[in-house]
């Protein structure tokens, strides 16, 4: 059963970055798409970014231009960098592996137990 890790979230100031990690186990990981979600107080769990096998990213519009979700294959690692944060991205970061992927992402049953980031005013 493959499991996935977050880390990297944190407090930060608005216009601040950090950079979220997923830590996969197992020996596919190369061969599946990966999103990340996120979970605001309060509000449902939305879809932020994902990534194809081969690397090919899409971004929801709340975050393209200030989000990067890359991979590396060889550390079963994928990262969200966020740029330009905003207090409205106060949330819950969740990583889903091994989704469907065809122009859009629907989630697979791999969740982690996400990490939270909290943007300040």
């Known amino acids: 059963q493959v499991q996935v890790v977050e880390s990297g979230g944190g407090l930060v100031q608005a216009g601040g970055s950090l950079r979220l990690s997923c830590v996969a186990s197992g020996s596919t990981f190369r061969y599946n798409p990966i999103a990340w979600y996120r979970q605001p107080p309060g509000k449902e769990r939305d879809w932020v970014a994902a990534?194809?096998?081969?690397?090919?990213?899409t971004y929801a519009d709340s975050v393209r231009g200030r989000f990067t979700i890359s991979r590396d294959n060889v550390k079963n690692t994928v990262y969200l960098q966020m740029n330009s944060l905003k207090p409205e991205d106060t949330a819950v970061y969740y990583c889903?592996?091994?989704?469907?992927?065809?122009?859009?992402?629907?989630?697979?049953?791999?969740w982690g137990h996400g990490t939270q980031v909290t943007v300040s005013s």
């Open positions: 990534i194809a096998p081969q690397g090919t990213p």
């Open positions: 889903n592996y091994g989704g469907d992927y065809w122009g859009s992402y629907s989630p697979g049953h791999v």
